[in-house]
């Protein structure tokens, strides 16, 4: 799905600076760090095998210097819904999580930056599902780098569950973000592009302290996972 996020001023919204974080992360409870590893490299391996050559990079754009930095927040890079907020495999209802994003740039001269970007998400079911289809809510922002926030627009990611299916690869493509510059001398590093779900404060509390379900906790095993 094509998504267009433009910026009609330059002028940044006051607002507090978007902080981030590494990716590095361990489940609590797991085993060292060869298991976590070896973990890490088979799901590796098998987001893959189903997603295909789809994860390319996209093509560069020309530009008349570097792109912005596109990142997912930390905080917000994992949805995990639990039924009356008990924090346990037996009570997901639904979850995602942003895999990846490939992103190119253009701008010449004092024209505005033009961004595309490819977000990749893993979604999936869990046992306290209230049915096969879930609209997940994301997000785009735009800040000056570790600076305000300038930008910030919302997205629904509808999805739909076959049966027997709790887990499914989905691809958003955004055609453009505008990001307009003061003069032809402004670089797009000035900037910075962060990517997240809509999460409540509980979730987002859940994702700093470095908890983690599969994406299918708690369903049937041996259920199957496509593409969307």
């Not at 590095?24 to 893959?48: E, L, S, T, Y």
């Not at 509808?158 to 887990?167: L, S, T």
């Not at 590093?189 to 599969?214: H, S, W």
């Amino acid at each position: 799905m094509r998504r267009f996020l433009t910026l009609l001023a330059a002028a940044a919204v006051a607002a507090s600076a978007i902080p981030t974080h590494g990716f590095a992360q361990m489940r609590p409870g797991a085993g060292g760090p060869d298991d976590q590893q070896q973990d890490d490299a088979a799901k590796k391996r098998k987001r893959d095998d189903e997603w295909g050559d789809n994860q390319a990079p996209l093509q560069m754009l020309k530009n008349a210097g570097p792109c912005p930095y596109v990142k997912v927040l930390y905080d917000a890079g994992r949805y995990v819904e639990f039924k009356d907020g008990q924090e346990a495999s037996a009570a997901v209802a639904y979850t995602g999580e942003i895999q990846g994003i490939s992103a190119g740039c253009q701008y010449k001269d004092s024209d505005p930056i033009k961004v595309k970007m490819e977000i990749l998400f893993e979604l999936g079911k869990g046992p306290q599902a209230t049915g096969s289809s879930k609209a997940y809510r994301y997000w785009i922002a735009v800040t000056k780098r570790n600076e305000a926030v300038i930008s910030k627009q919302y997205f629904d990611l509808p999805v739909k569950f076959a049966d027997g299916q709790d887990r499914i690869y989905a691809r958003e493509e955004i055609g453009e973000v505008l990001i307009p510059r003061a003069t032809a001398t402004t670089s797009g590093a000035n900037f910075e592009i962060l990517v997240g779900f809509d999460v409540t404060p509980q979730m987002a509390e859940f994702n700093r302290d470095g908890k983690r379900f599969r994406l299918n906790a708690g369903a049937p095993a041996g259920a199957a996972a496509t593409k969307q």
